[in-house]
């Protein structure tokens, strides 16, 4: 009876693996009837064989943006849980909406890095605000995010999980001082892929949020040239993530599956309009829009908007520190794959749907 059961529970252990790996290998764009599950198997289609070898860098896969590597101020207390003082003073809750790899990390860390806000790095706090019963959880869930990524995690000076580090050099990342004003999360695409796979759902998690923390919500959506965009996408469906950097640094573009282009071009869409969709349904909170162009050419106006909007007061030392670590081109990488000409055509008629999009129709703006 043992012997058999030694026989048999390999073979289910290998049915098992099948069974959950090979539709995901299979998958096509004419398997994916919607664009939720198309989204959702872009991150399990990846092929296998590196084109170039992998070099480290420390920048941000969005913008090209690259942050100090110094270490962080040292933080001898640990973590500990915010009091009520400093709860019962927050005054405004900040949720991040659009597509991923679009630069919210970015400006995310810069907003950490105010000594009165705390941003939180991809804590998903609506997933949170379904069994949240207090304000107290939902903020000690983002000051806890803040502080660890701070400590041992992408907002560190030797972080290498992406092959980048978020660190910024001498402000307030992790940390605060004296009091907050201004507590939120990073987590953009999820923002937006979950009121695109249940509005209503999204709708009565917002409301549920709104009526825990009793404080204004503002939105930032942060956006990126869609062109850029959709082909950072298709190479991180494409190849191994520690390849990608080594093809950026390339002069050479790369030949991929149209079909990854095609099904990349509708999601990327698809999480626009979501985040079109997330403001509509929020006509009494106000929402600020990013672009990462502008942050290049001139950060310390946009650093500054920022503020402004968030209603807090932006130093110049807190200015000129966060400013500094902006620095650079834009990350132009629709030049890193062989597009067909029907699918820039079909990008422009996207963008000639929306005002805040058409300054970027023409491929070379």
């Excluded at 064989?49 to 913008?63: F, G």
């Excluded at 000594?115 to 207090?134: C, D, M, Q, R």
């Excluded at 892929?193 to 959506?221: C, E």
């Excluded at 573009?253 to 990854?260: A, F, G, K, L």
Aim: glycine share 4%; charged share 20%.
């Amino acid at each position: 009876m043992k012997r058999t059961n030694l026989v048999i529970l390999p073979l289910i252990i290998g049915a098992v693996v099948i069974f959950y790996t090979r539709p995901f290998e299979r998958a096509t764009v004419s398997d994916i009837d919607t664009p939720w599950v198309r989204t959702r198997l872009l991150s399990f289609t990846r092929t296998s064989q590196p084109l170039v070898q992998p070099v480290q860098t420390h920048q941000d896969e969005a913008t090209d943006q690259q942050f100090s590597i110094e270490s962080t101020k040292p933080r001898s207390t640990g973590y500990q849980p915010l009091p009520s003082s400093v709860i019962d003073r927050i005054k405004v809750f900040v949720l991040f909406v659009g597509h991923a790899r679009s630069g919210h990390s970015i400006v995310g860390s810069i907003l950490d890095s105010h000594p009165h806000i705390v941003i939180a790095h991809e804590s998903n706090i609506l997933k949170k605000t379904y069994y949240a019963t207090s304000k107290s959880y939902l903020y000690n869930q983002l000051w806890k995010s803040s502080y660890m990524q701070a400590s041992g995690g992408l907002r560190t000076a030797n972080s290498t999980k992406k092959g980048y580090s978020l660190a910024i050099h001498g402000a307030c990342q992790g940390s605060y001082q004296s009091y907050i004003d201004v507590i939120g999360d990073k987590k953009g695409d999820m923002t937006s892929t979950i009121f695109g796979y249940n509005s209503k759902r999204f709708q009565n998690t917002v409301n549920k949020l709104r009526s825990i923390i009793n404080v204004p919500i503002k939105l930032f959506h942060v956006i990126r040239n869609p062109y850029d965009n959709i082909a950072t996408a298709v190479l991180y469906q494409s190849f191994k993530f520690l390849h990608i950097s080594a093809i950026k640094q390339s002069n050479e573009s790369v030949t991929v599956n149209p079909n990854v282009i095609d099904s990349q071009i509708e999601a990327y869409f698809y999480h626009y309009r979501a985040a079109e969709g997330v403001k509509l349904v929020m006509p009494d909170h106000e929402t600020m829009e990013v672009h990462g162009k502008d942050l290049i050419s001139d950060p310390k106006a946009v650093i500054s908007d920022m503020c402004k909007y968030l209603e807090v007061h932006c130093s110049d030392d807190y200015l000129n520190v966060v400013s500094k670590q902006v620095f650079g081109g834009e990350s132009k990488t629709r030049y890193k794959i062989k597009w067909e000409d029907y699918q820039v055509l079909k990008v422009k008629e996207h963008l000639s749907e929306f005002d805040n999009l058409k300054r970027y129709i023409d491929f070379d703006s």
